[in-house]
C-alpha cells in the first residue's frame, strides 16, 4: 500500500460512479462527501474497475476517474493477490455479495478503524465483519 497511515475512508462503486457521472442521482451528495473529507479515500482494484466498467470505456469519465488516482485523491489497494480465499468465505455467506463489495468487507477487517462511503443501502448494512461485526458506514440519508 502507498499510504504510511491506515485507510480512513473505503469507497465502493456507486458513490465514485456517481462522483464522475454529473448525471447520477448522487452526484451532489458523492461531491459533497468526497470534497468535505479533505484526504484521500481508498478503494479496492475491484471497485475500480467496477467503475470503469460503468463510466465506459475509454470515455472522459474514466480517463478523469484515472486522473483522480494519478494525482493521489484515490488511493488502490490489491485485495485479491492475499485475500482471495477470504472474500471467498464472504460471497458464499451472502448470497448477493459480488467481488466489489466483498472486496470492501476483506479491506475493512484489514482497516477496522476505516469508514466505507457507499450509496448501497440494501446491501451493506446486511454484511458483518468478523463474523458479526456491523460494517461503519456513510450512506446517504
Known amino acids: ?12 462503486a456507486g458513490p465514485l460512479i456517481a462522483l464522475f457521472a454529473r448525471r447520477d442521482r448522487w452526484h451532489d451528495w458523492a461531491k459533497g462527501i468526497f470534497f468535505s473529507l479533505g484526504e484521500p479515500l481508498w478503494a479496492s482494484e475491484l471497485v475500480i474497475g467496477e467503475v470503469a466498467w460503468n463510466l465506459g470505456q475509454n470515455s472522459s469519465a474514466t480517463l478523469a476517474l484515472l486522473s483522480f488516482i494519478h494525482r493521489g485523491e484515490l488511493g488502490v489497494v490489491s485485495v485479491l493477490d492475499q485475500h482471495a480465499a477470504r472474500l471467498s468465505q464472504l460471497m458464499t ?6 467481488v466489489c463489495d466483498g472486496s470492501l468487507v476483506v479491506l475493512s477487517e484489514q482497516f477496522p478503524k476505516a469508514k466505507i462511503i457507499t450509496v448501497d443501502t440494501r446491501d451493506f448494512p446486511v454484511y458483518r465483519r468478523f463474523g458479526r461485526e456491523p460494517l461503519p458506514l456513510i450512506m446517504p440519508t
Do not use: I, N, T
Not at 500500500?1 to 475512508?9: G, S, T, W
Not at 455467506?93 to 459480488?98: P, S
Open 93 to 98: 455467506k451472502y448470497e448477493r455479495m459480488d
Open 1 to 12: 500500500m502507498k499510504a504510511l497511515a491506515p485507510p480512513r475512508y473505503l469507497v465502493d
